[in-house]
């Protein structure tokens, strides 16, 4: 089962009621743990760096720049709210689970919106 971070199109509440049904304890731990740890740094990073582009570039890279550091913004934010899912396995809430989906997506449309005003705007330099 792919992760919710990679579910571009978005989850149910069914849907993370499956998934966490089928973690294990191990996998649970992990996915809170260094995982959870590494979904921080990488949002940051990738975000920012994005972002650097499009400052070196014309204002449509500069808005697509803007745009990379919200990317980060709602990353972390879906993080948090994944996170949240994974306290009460057993619970899940619908509202948190269409919130979190909701995040996931989003989060794909600005990015792809933020890279392609990136990609624009550094064509012209």
């Known amino acids: 089962m792919l992760p919710f971070d990679l ?13 966490l049904a089928a973690l294990t304890p191990d996998a649970s731990f992990l996915y809170r743990g260094r995982v959870a740890a590494m979904d921080t740094i990488f949002p940051i990073a ?5 972002a650097s582009l499009g400052f ?4 449509i890279a500069r808005i697509g720049a803007v745009l990379a550091l919200v ?9 948090a709210t994944v996170a949240r899912l ?17 995040l996931t ?21």
């Open 7 to 19: 579910r571009v199109t978005g989850y149910s509440a069914e849907d993370v009621t499956a998934y």
């Open 46 to 50: 990738f975000a920012l760096w994005i």
């Open 56 to 59: 070196n570039g014309w204002r």
């Open 71 to 79: 990317y980060g913004g709602v990353d972390l934010l879906e993080n």
């Open 86 to 102: 994974l306290t009460t396995p057993m619970l899940v809430d619908p509202g948190l689970a269409a919130r979190a989906s909701l």
């Open 105 to 125: 997506i989003s989060k794909f449309a600005v990015l792809v919106v933020a890279a392609g005003f990136v990609l624009l705007g550094r064509r012209r330099t």
